[in-house]
């Protein structure tokens, strides 16, 4: 079973998008406090009702929170939240980043780290027939304000072609 | 941190502070830090828009949320997300289990 660890950027799409029930329902997905803090705590403060919604599936343990014991040395164009997503990826094993931040993704790129975009978890629910194709159109059309042009082009277009493993 | 920086500026513009220092009932200072926060919040989404600072990074920087951060990229006509390079090089882990 895969075990996502988020940024903010991919909660915040994956909320935006309806996903992120089901994902925490068929995978485990992890955040450190510092994404807590800025999906939820700063959210809440400026009035985004996705933030209560995030809360709500930490409340509920579908998403959990788990904090890095040894921070790493990150690069300085990442923010607090990529650092500690990064340094919590070493210290659990076997897991997944999932972001779609642009200059936190040529890091992971850079280290060998595995990485999937928000979403291609869209498009992996479909191939592992958790969702079908309708509904894997309908959350990827709520995610479309927010990702690439080309990026949904291609994702839609995979999730049409029945990609199988 | 705080840090005085000393700056020049054309004749010209300081009408145009006052103005506005009088319109909002502020003061010139602040009205000045107006314009530079606007032109910083313009450049740090642009390099927010071409993966040179992440978006987390930018919220430090400018004070906001990562909400806030969409939402203004969102006014400006510009989607943060990964490059199409990228998103093939997720797929390829996807399909690579």
């Not at chain 1, 089901?22 to 809440?44: A, F, L, P, R, S």
């Not at chain 1, 159109?137 to 995610?143: A, E, F, G, I, P």
Request: aromatic fraction near 8%; charge should be positive.
């Amino acid at each position: 079973m895969y075990k996502f660890i988020l940024d903010a950027d991919a909660l915040i799409k994956l909320t935006k998008s309806g996903i992120l029930e089901d994902v925490c329902h068929h995978y485990t997905c992890i955040i450190t406090t510092e994404i807590k803090n800025e999906c939820v705590d700063e959210g809440k403060k400026r009035l985004y009702k996705d933030a209560l919604k995030i809360e709500e599936f930490i409340n509920k343990n579908l998403l959990k929170i788990i904090d890095f014991k040894k921070a790493r040395k990150i690069k300085e164009n990442l923010g607090k939240g990529e650092t500690s997503t990064a340094s919590l990826y070493f210290q659990e094993k076997n897991s997944i980043v999932v972001t779609d931040d642009s200059a936190f993704i040529k890091y992971l790129e850079e280290n060998n780290i595995k990485f999937f975009v928000p979403a291609d978890l869209i498009l992996l629910m479909k191939i592992s027939n958790k969702i079908d194709k309708k509904t894997a159109l309908n959350y990827l059309d709520k995610m479309k304000g927010f990702i690439k042009k080309e990026a949904y082009d291609d994702v839609k277009k995979d999730i049409k072609e029945d990609l199988k493993w | 941190m705080v840090v005085v920086y000393p700056m020049k500026l054309r004749e010209e513009i300081i009408p145009l502070i006052e103005l506005k220092s009088k319109e909002e009932h502020t003061n010139k200072a602040i009205v000045l830090k107006q314009f530079l926060y606007k032109g910083l919040e313009n450049y740090v989404i642009e390099l927010v828009n071409r993966g040179r600072l992440s978006i987390g990074k930018a919220a430090e920087i400018l004070d906001l949320s990562i909400y806030d951060i969409h939402e203004i990229a969102k006014s400006k006509g510009l989607k943060l997300s990964a490059t199409r390079e990228q998103r093939q090089k997720s797929k390829e882990y996807l399909l690579n289990k």
